[in-house]
């Protein structure tokens, strides 16, 4: 990836910090597909829905133990995802609780699929699960089926009836939600290292995986060797001071609804934006006090929000307080910049 041409110089400032944020680690933040909603999960064993415009903190759950993941089902409910091996639906307008069923280890993912009108779960007990929420009648009556991933499951991302699930071990697993029987495709990570974060391409071709070594790889589905030769992976999140390399995870990736560029956010503090497409780095915003955990757009792509929060990789230490930041977009961040037009001969 090369800088794009005459790109901007880094954003002032971190954006509108949002009120009444968590007290410990944040897991993950999402926005709403249909408002400005930002349902966040943190290590505080809360759940909070806020209105991220009008910096308003509009419900709060708290569960027995860290809750490692959210998602939301519509504008007022969500799930959560919880290290006590829990996955619940919450219901905000009314502040009711029920528990879809459980796993045999933490939880660390949940998805809402909208077109299989599921909620998918990723567990250290090296399981996905598929349940439907409509079945409010216990865990047995919502379970739809269970299903053995070869490790630990560490990410998960959902476009249309594609499932993709990265594991332990380097491993991902495609599936097709109208088939769950076996992965639509076994493939190992690109990447030498540890997978931190993975994320569908709105467009449905493909995703983008991140690494603990400040790397990204860009993967397409189709598996012809036209559509192979796409693919590339390229370093990110790093600094190199003194003629020595300090590489950083990259923890986060959020994609653009409108225009399909991304952002990454890594432990360095940063967050990018990239233009997958044309392999061009779009923008660099000032660096965060903390690690950048998780990165979401609203729906229109207008904002987005920054968790700055410490994530541990290197071990218990002083850090500065956990917060949420809501940036407001600017075009010139997130479009593709057109290429240059050679003049004629």
């Not at 027995?64 to 089902?73: E, K, R, W």
């Not at 769950?180 to 995986?209: H, I």
């Not at 590489?247 to 653009?256: E, G, Q, S, T």
Request: glycine residues 8%; proline residues 5%; neutral net charge.
């Amino acid at each position: 990836m090369s800088d794009a041409s005459a790109a901007p110089a880094a954003a002032m400032g971190s954006g509108r910090e949002l009120a009444n944020p968590p007290a410990d680690g944040i897991s993950n933040l999402r926005f709403s597909n249909h408002s400005d909603h930002l349902l966040v999960s943190s290590w505080d064993k809360t759940v909070r829905l806020y209105d991220a415009d009008a910096n308003v903190l509009k419900g709060e759950f708290a569960h027995p133990g860290p809750v490692l993941d959210c998602c939301f089902h519509d504008d007022s409910s969500g799930f959560s995802a919880g290290a006590d091996h829990t996955v619940r639906r919450l219901v905000f307008t009314s502040s009711k609780e029920d528990v879809l069923g459980r796993h045999d280890g933490p939880v660390c993912c949940v998805e809402y699929s909208y077109a299989a009108g599921q909620v998918i779960t990723g567990s250290w007990d090296k399981t996905i699960k598929c349940w439907d929420p409509r079945g409010v009648s216990g865990p047995e009556r919502t379970l739809v089926g269970t299903y053995a991933q070869p490790e630990r499951v560490y990410s998960m991302s959902l476009v249309g009836n594609r499932l993709v699930v990265a594991t332990a071990g380097r491993h991902v697993n495609i599936y097709d939600l109208r088939n769950m029987s076996q992965p639509e495709q076994k493939r190992d990570s690109s990447l030498k290292y540890q997978t931190r974060c993975v994320r569908c391409f709105p467009n449905g071709t493909g995703y983008a995986l991140s690494s603990v070594e400040g790397r990204v790889s860009m993967e397409f589905f189709d598996l012809s060797e036209s559509a192979q030769s796409k693919k590339y992976a390229f370093k990110c999140h790093r600094k190199s001071e003194s003629g020595r390399d300090t590489v950083y995870p990259v923890n986060a990736i959020a994609f653009h609804p409108i225009y399909g560029t991304f952002a990454t956010g890594g432990c360095d503090g940063y967050v990018n934006v990239w233009d997958g497409t044309n392999k061009k780095r779009l923008y660099q915003y000032s660096k965060y006090a903390s690690s950048i955990a998780a990165l979401s757009f609203s729906k229109d792509g207008h904002m987005l929000a920054v968790a700055s929060s410490y994530t541990y990789e290197e071990g218990e230490k002083s850090h500065e307080p956990d917060a949420i930041f809501i940036r407001g977009v600017n075009e010139v961040e997130v479009k593709p910049k057109p290429k240059a037009l050679t003049a004629p001969k």
